[in-house]
Each structure stands twice: as structure tokens, then as C-alpha cells.
């Protein structure tokens, strides 16, 4: 008898499915931090959530699918990701463009940390700059954390499940 659960079966069509309710579970819980978590009572706070208001679902949607793309066989990713039409409702060129031109690295801790930060940079500029450092480096700090945490919730999830295509 083994400690581990076992894995689950799921056609590409039901892993869209489950991916697709963490997806808009994600975007409502990150969107619900901005708006609760941003001191809105001076201008600081204001400008902050003035700035990422609304652009957190594009992100989680990018981190989400960099996750599968990044976790699975091609033909896998590619039979899941045809099938989760919320992400192609999210504007994810910010991230498309700041990703195309990562150089590899030598190892997978340095690019998981190049990664990291040009999602940050990316977010940021999606959510335009507030004209105070302090306040656009919050939201770079936001952005960087946001993709982190998505990218290792849907490979915690993809992991769950074994595909069956």
C-alpha cells in the first residue's frame, strides 16, 4: 500500500476544466488582495491600487500557462491549453514580450530566478509607473510574487494528474 495518492486520470478537456476553475479562483483571490491589502488612505497607497487595479487576472493567466508550457511534454501543454479558452481572454503581451528574449541559464535555480524578476518588471510595466520609485518597485515586488506562487500552484496541480491522451 503506498503513502502517496494516487493520481487521478483526466483527459486534456478535464484538466482544462480544473485548470480553468484555478485559474478564475486565482485572478478573484489576487484581485481581492489588492483591494484589501493597499492602503488606499494616502496618495501612495491611491496610485498603487489605482495602477494594478484590474491587471492581476493577466498575470496569473501568464504564470499559469508559463507553468504548463514549462511542466509538461509539449503535445500535453498543447492539448491542455487548446482547450482553456479563459486564457486567451487576458492580455498577457506584457509578459510575452518580456519572456521572448530570456537567455538560458546554466542552471535551473538561476533561471527560476530571472524568471521571477522579469515577471515582476513585466507586471509593472503592464501596470504603468505611479511616478514614485518606492511604490513602482511594490508593484514590481507584487508581480514577482504573484507568478511565483501561480507557477507552483499549477505545477502542484498538474502533478495531481495523470493525462490520458
Request: proline content about 3%; hydrophobic content about 40%.
Amino acid at each position: 500500500m503506498s503513502i502517496f495518492s494516487p493520481k487521478l486520470d483526466a483527459t486534456p478537456a478535464e484538466m482544462a476544466y480544473r485548470l480553468s476553475d484555478l485559474l478564475s479562483t486565482l485572478s478573484r483571490g489576487f484581485d481581492q488582495a489588492v483591494v484589501e491589502t493597499v492602503n488606499r488612505g494616502n496618495t501612495v497607497g491611491e496610485s498603487i491600487y489605482q495602477a494594478m487595479k484590474d491587471k492581476t487576472g493577466g498575470l496569473v493567466a501568464f504564470s499559469m500557462e508559463f507553468a504548463i508550457q514549462n511542466t509538461l511534454r509539449p503535445e500535453e501543454s498543447e492539448a491542455i491549453l487548446k482547450e482553456m479558452y479563459m486564457l486567451h481572454a487576458y492580455d498577457k503581451k506584457y509578459y510575452i514580450q518580456r519572456f521572448q528574449g530570456i537567455p538560458a541559464a546554466r542552471n535551473r535555480w538561476a533561471q527560476a530566478g530571472r524568471e521571477y524578476l522579469i515577471a515582476g518588471m513585466a507586471f509593472q510595466e503592464c501596470c504603468g509607473t505611479t511616478g514614485n520609485p518606492d511604490a513602482d518597485s511594490l508593484i514590481k515586488q507584487f508581480g514577482a510574487n504573484t507568478f511565483s506562487n501561480v507557477f507552483a500552484l499549477t505545477k502542484d496541480e498538474l502533478k495531481k494528474v495523470r493525462l490520458r491522451l
